[in-house]
């Protein structure tokens, strides 16, 4: 159940950063990123009124109201990096460099005791590996600075982000969730207002930012629940497949072409994947072949 959810939220991210990535290219960076968060933030208020399951922060490290202030803080600058990094047209920098952003939190779930069997510790190598290779790096055109300084505080933003949405989950997930939205939303807020715009964003751009920002509060929220479930570490490194579907979301519908390295990439994911499934107890097959199924699906003649 842990890695099921941990892909699902690379369907989720992929699918987001893809999106948010193009309207990036057309509007400022934060305002896409603040507006987005904000329909996130209905999004997790409303599952919270169905489902009636607030209960009341505590100033404790323990719940859910600490770590997702922290979490919103980092994930909202992670966020507006990696997107101002996707609107230079860099995304063969940005993509792979962030996504290295899960080893800060495999780090900390090593360092507080997590032990993997070696055969997770394997598959999970090569699916990082996997993951920054299938993003499609541009090593032979160099590392232009900009884009690789965006690249860089995406993957701390995300890393810090992602380490504090496993300890708040611990308590609720939900809650640590939409703690990240009001914080992020608020920072918005005060940026608006200080210079009264939203960024020149039409209204036409309306049902997609509703997409972006409930695709994003919805990976959070699995992969919050995903290390309530099963290792922190192998769920951070499943989590952290996302470039792997932007990648392939940009072949399908921007016709860009695929290197050879990003197929090879796309391999080693799928390998480390089953690796890290068979290793687990009562993982079923379909754990692996999710995620094998939808990048053979889009990779097929068009």
Not at 178 to 202: D, E, K, N, Q
């Amino acid at each position: 159940m842990a890695s099921l959810l941990a892909l699902l939220s690379s369907f989720l991210w992929g699918s987001a950063d893809f999106y948010g990535g193009k309207l990036s290219k057309r509007y400022p960076s934060i305002a896409v990123t603040g507006l987005s968060q904000s329909m996130g933030l209905l999004f997790g208020v409303l599952i919270i009124l169905f489902t009636s399951s607030f209960h009341a922060p505590s100033l404790s490290w323990n719940t859910y109201f600490l770590p997702g202030i922290v979490a919103g803080i980092s994930g909202f600058l992670g966020l507006t990096f990696f997107y101002a990094g996707l609107a230079t047209g860099r995304m063969g920098v940005v993509s792979p460099i962030s996504s290295l952003g899960a080893l800060i939190p495999l780090t900390v779930a090593l360092i507080n005791g997590e032990r993997p069997t070696p055969l997770q510790l394997v598959g999970m190598a090569i699916a990082l590996i996997g993951a920054f290779c299938a993003s499609g790096p541009e090593i032979r055109s160099g590392l232009p600075l900009k884009p690789l300084i965006l690249a860089l505080g995406a993957t701390f933003g995300f890393g810090t982000a992602l380490t504090f949405m496993a300890m708040g989950s611990q308590d609720s997930s939900l809650l640590t969730m939409t703690t990240m939205r009001v914080t992020s939303v608020s920072i918005v807020a005060m940026i608006a207002l200080r210079f009264r715009s939203l960024g020149g964003i039409p209204a036409k751009t309306l049902p997609l930012l509703i997409f972006i920002g409930t695709a994003d509060f919805l990976a959070n929220f699995t992969i919050g629940i995903a290390t309530t479930k099963g290792l922190v570490s192998i769920t951070m490194v499943l989590g952290s497949l996302f470039p792997i579907v932007t990648s392939v979301m940009a072949y399908k519908f921007l016709d860009e072409r695929l290197h050879r390295v990003q197929y090879a990439g796309i391999l080693f994911a799928i390998l480390g994947i089953s690796l890290i499934s068979r290793s687990e107890e009562h993982t079923s097959e379909l754990q692996s072949h999710s995620f094998i199924s939808y990048a053979v699906f889009c990779l097929k003649k068009k």
